[in-house]
């Protein structure tokens, strides 16, 4: 129980003993004016009766301040949970969307790393065929000149010495 709750019980408890304790004088009748009559009766137990009637009506204020609380909360606990819905499903669009942004990313760096493979191919190729190119002028050249070394050789070697 809480703090509040302990005050309230030891209030009413100590309320009612006071009460008990002067029974004798709260039942005492005395002559009242309700304004437009005179009355005999005890003003104890009218008061009492009167605070009883405010505890009541109290109590009755309290609990429909208690039962709209309660709506509110349980309304504000929907629209909460529609609103974390809708905050759910945008947050699952946008996954998808990256995903889909994601895979298309992919798919272009891929078909960009392919042509760039066959370019590299083709250069690659390109570069072969000029070496070879070069290697068989190198070869020609080279034939060339050892043909006419051994033509002068031949030349040289076929005059008589002298």
């Not at 006071?18 to 002559?31: M, Q």
């Not at 004016?33 to 309290?62: D, E, K, R």
């Not at 309660?70 to 929907?78: D, I, N, Q, V």
Request: hydrophobic share 50%; aromatic share 6%.
């Amino acid at each position: 129980m809480s703090l509040r709750g302990v005050a309230i019980v030891l209030a009413v408890v100590a309320f009612g003993a006071f009460a008990a304790l002067n029974w004798a004088a709260i039942t005492t009748p005395t002559e009242l004016s309700l304004g437009f009559a005179q009355v005999q009766a005890p003003l104890g137990i009218v008061m009492l009766g009167i605070s009883a009637l405010l505890c009541a009506l109290f109590v009755v204020y309290l609990l429909f301040q208690q039962a709209g609380a309660l709506l509110e909360a349980r309304r504000y606990a929907k629209e909460m949970k529609a609103q974390r819905e809708l905050a759910e499903s945008a947050e699952a669009s946008r996954l998808a969307e990256l995903r889909g942004f994601l895979e298309a990313e992919i798919r272009r760096l891929e078909s960009q790393g392919a042509a760039g493979a066959k370019e590299t191919a083709a250069r690659i190729d390109q570069l072969g065929a000029s070496l070879r190119e070069t290697l068989d002028e190198s070869t020609r050249t080279l034939s060339a000149y050892i043909g006419e070394v051994e033509d002068k050789l031949d030349r040289t070697l076929a005059r008589p010495p002298g």
